[in-house]
């Protein structure tokens, strides 16, 4: 059995597709079975078609090339700061040990000294406990800190700093070099 066709399906099916329906055409597919049938057709290709375009759009070739290139630059850049940055919180890292070291090194005059600003003692008492364990941290800071200061005098806090230093410099020598 032979589906009946229309000779203005065709007609029906492009007015559909541009959107420009005159009245005896659009009175046809409202009468015409098979024309009503191509009209919902066309409309459902329409909307798929519109769907499918909004969804994959190819994009620009010069545009994606222009991406790739960037995110290429963007990588390099980052794999160039890493050296930068190890360093930077190396510094950090000496910064902090450096101001416990000077702190250690230094302690009797600190602790006179927030003694004065308190209006108390050098010899901070904290009770029966807390001042013996105080007590005993203080001597056990006072002679360690008097051993690097007083038995070698302060170059050898100095000589220490500056071969930690060189070996610092060193390494991140060797870091911004081997990249090449």
Request: overall charge positive; proline content about 3%.
């Amino acid at each position: 059995m032979k589906p009946h066709e229309c000779e203005n399906e065709s007609r029906v099916i492009e007015a559909v597709r541009s959107g420009r329906w005159d009245a005896d055409l659009r009175r046809h597919a409202a009468l015409c079975q098979s024309c009503a049938d191509a009209a919902l057709a066309a409309r459902v290709l329409n909307e798929m078609r519109a769907f499918d375009d909004a969804e994959h759009r190819i994009r620009d070739a010069g545009f994606v090339w222009w991406k790739a290139q960037l995110l290429a630059k963007q990588a390099a850049g980052e794999r160039a700061t890493q050296p930068i940055n190890f360093v930077e919180r190396l510094a950090c890292l000496c910064v902090v040990l450096s101001v416990a070291a000077a702190c250690f090194w230094q302690w009797p005059v600190i602790r006179a000294w927030l003694g004065a600003l308190a209006g108390k003692p050098a010899s901070l008492h904290f009770g029966s406990f807390w001042g013996q364990v105080s007590g005993a941290f203080s001597a056990a800071i006072s002679s360690g800190a008097g051993a690097l200061t007083n038995a070698r005098g302060p170059g050898l806090l100095l000589a220490v700093s500056a071969v930690i230093f060189l070996g610092f410099v060193a390494f991140a020598a060797y870091f911004a070099l081997s990249e090449r």
